[in-house]
T-cell receptor, first 113, second 112 residues
Framework: RKEVEQDPGPFNVPEGATVAFNCTYSNSASQSFFWYRQDCRKEPKLLMSVYSSGNEDGRFTAQLNRASQYISLLIRDSKLSDSATYLCVVNSFSSGSARQLTFGSGTQLTVLP | GAVVSQHPSWVICKSGTSVKIECRSLDFQATTMFWYRQFPKQSLMLMATSNEGSKATYEQGVEKDKFLINHASLTLSTLTVTSAHPEDSSFYIC????????FGPGTRLTVT
């Protein structure tokens, strides 16, 4: 079983649609959770951290359920510029304070005009 | 957010040669940096953890003698791909950060 599993996708949605991505992780000791987006042939960029209480950043809402080891990302009113691969990322601690990240395989989103 | 740079952004080399990739933290000090590799249509795979002033920690299956890592200062880590072969062609990305990890822009290596 993979440490971090995501919806395989791809998701093709019209502009303005709401789309949800799901992710599960296997290490119950994981401490921090993130969503990154990666554009084609570019590096991943942090979209948002995910907190137990749930958090929202504009059109993006992230949820974490520690009991189920489940993370979600909701995108409302999707824009063409949201087209990217979304990576569910979970940390495991390395030495010191740095974070060693484990990446899901990513879910590709294409927003259609 | 924190800024991480990488150099070069792309490189083409002949089989058997060595290539050095630099990763720098520009506005913070990084005692630890991470090196990843990403093949087309696959996710990032951690190769090694680079520790300032000590040996790198390599993930299972990554040859430490082939992928040499040097973290000589708090702002610079280098990855050298020695005796590169076409199967080493990939997108190499480093990351560092005081809390969240920020990624360098990546280096696209093509070995001919």
């Amino acid at each position: 079983r993979k440490e971090v599993e995501q919806d395989p996708g791809p998701f093709n949605v019209p502009e303005g649609a709401t789309v949800a991505f799901n992710c599960t992780y296997s290490n119950s000791a994981s401490q921090s959770f993130f969503w990154y987006r990666q554009d084609c042939r570019k590096e991943p960029k942090l979209l948002m951290s995910v907190y137990s209480s749930g958090n929202e950043d504009g059109r993006f809402t992230a949820q974490l359920n520690r009991a189920s080891q489940y993370i979600s990302l909701l995108i409302r009113d999707s824009k063409l510029s949201d087209s990217a691969t979304y990576l569910c990322v979970v940390n495991s601690f390395s030495s010191g304070s740095a974070r060693q990240l484990t990446f899901g395989s990513g879910t590709q989103l294409t927003v259609l005009p | 957010g924190a800024v991480v740079s990488q150099h070069p952004s792309w490189v083409i080399c002949k089989s058997g040669t060595s290539v050095k990739i630099e990763c720098r933290s520009l506005d913070f000090q990084a005692t630890t940096m991470f090196w990843y590799r990403q093949f087309p249509k696959q996710s990032l795979m951690l190769m090694a953890t680079s520790n300032e002033g000590s040996k790198a920690t390599y993930e299972q299956g990554v040859e430490k003698d082939k992928f040499l890592i040097n973290h000589a200062s708090l702002t610079l880590s280098t990855l050298t791909v020695t005796s590169a072969h076409p199967e080493d062609s990939s997108f190499y990305i480093c990351s560092a950060g005081p809390y969240e990890q920020y990624f360098g822009p990546g280096t696209r290596l093509t070995v001919t």
